[in-house]
């Protein structure tokens, strides 16, 4: 799933806030997992994997760090692309047994700075970690 948020609103700049969600199970246990997160992404690996050209390289790990039940991460990519900031966040967490991942990233015209995508990603796996628990609870 991919939503933006558009220019000017709230006199915040825009961002884009991407979500991909595993099989069920894949999550089970991922939030004790924090070390062996923080290695696979610091890895050749890893940052293969966080690079949209899918090189090692490319990618520049600047932090990785455990919030609430969440794996934090954030990098930059100099193979972000045209229009794409090149600094991210992300973050990988388990969410009724599946595996997520919710990444926030600004624009080239109108990048995040440091704080406001730390404060994107941790109300964006906030508002899904709730959003979940009711309706895990048979609420709306």
């Not at 991922?30 to 899918?54: H, M, N, P, V, Y």
Request: one cysteine or more.
């Amino acid at each position: 799933m991919l939503i933006g948020r558009c220019a000017g609103v709230a006199n915040r700049p825009p961002a884009v806030l991407t979500v991909a969600m595993g099989q069920p199970a894949s999550g089970l246990g991922i939030a004790d997992q924090g070390k062996a997160l923080a290695e696979f992404f610091t890895s050749q690996a890893g940052r293969a994997a966080l690079s949209r050209s899918g090189r090692a390289k490319a990618v520049t790990v600047l932090e990785a760090l455990t919030w609430r039940d969440a794996f934090l991460i954030r990098w930059r990519d100099a193979a972000a692309g045209r229009g794409a900031q090149g600094e991210s966040w992300r973050a990988v967490l388990g969410l009724d047994g599946r595996l997520l991942t919710l990444t926030v990233t600004g624009t080239a015209a109108a990048p995040l700075d440091r704080d406001e995508g730390r404060k994107l990603i941790e109300g964006f796996v906030t508002a899904m970690t709730s959003a979940n628990r009711r309706s895990a609870q048979g609420g709306d």
